[in-house]
């Protein structure tokens, strides 16, 4: 069955009633899936540093379910990621806008993990859906304004797993207790092959 396009006022009502342990858990599943594409957009312009990203989303992973921060180094891995994110003015890749949505995702989990606004969380799901969206134009050559360009850009197999796997990670917080169990279910990326979500 097809979903229907992402929409970020009714992800906020949900995510909102959330315990924020689980709120910060479904944000670090999202950040997990990104990662992928920015390590594609490192091996294709020879620039960034994927492991930076990755070891601030494993620092917020390891804060689960009961783990307190440091708000020191929350700063300290921020400042880190911010400085990874590419200008697009300085790279011809096609991939530069996935690589800076990562970077502002990642950003948004740590912003979370010092503020607790459920509003990061669903900024993080945001990009995930948004860089698609883009991927999918540049990749498919869509015409920007054809009459059929959001139904195509949502029936698309990317967009469609991203919007299934955010279905199954909500539905799976919203009715279980956050366990290691539960953690290892939103953590496993396995059926991505070790691509990020755009499959590169």
């Not at 006022?9 to 479904?26: G, Y």
């Not at 990662?35 to 390891?62: D, I, S």
């Not at 850009?153 to 919203?174: C, F, G, S, T, Y």
Request: glycine residues 4%.
């Amino acid at each position: 069955m097809s979903l229907r396009p992402f929409n970020s006022a009714a992800m906020l009502v949900r995510i909102r009633r959330l315990p924020s342990v689980a709120q910060l858990a479904f944000g670090c599943a999202c950040c997990q899936r990104l990662l992928p594409n920015f390590f594609a957009f490192e091996q294709a312009t020879g620039w960034g540093e994927v492991a930076v990203l990755r070891n601030a989303v494993e620092y917020v992973w390891n804060l689960l379910p009961f783990g307190v921060a440091e708000a020191n180094q929350v700063h300290q891995h921020i400042e880190r990621c911010e400085a990874l994110a590419p200008r697009s003015d300085d790279f011809d890749s096609l991939l530069v806008t996935a690589a800076q949505d990562v970077c502002f995702s990642v950003c948004s989990l740590l912003d979370f993990v010092l503020h607790g606004d459920p509003k990061s969380i669903v900024q993080i799901a945001t990009y995930a859906t948004d860089s698609i969206d883009l991927f999918v134009q540049e990749t498919e050559n869509m015409a920007p304004g054809a009459s059929d360009l959001e139904h195509r850009i949502l029936m698309n197999p990317l967009m469609q797993k991203e919007l299934k796997r955010q279905e199954a990670d909500l539905v799976l917080l919203e009715n279980t207790p956050l366990t290691d169990v539960v953690i290892g279910k939103l953590k496993d990326v396995r059926d991505y092959d070790g691509l990020g979500n755009l499959g590169v």
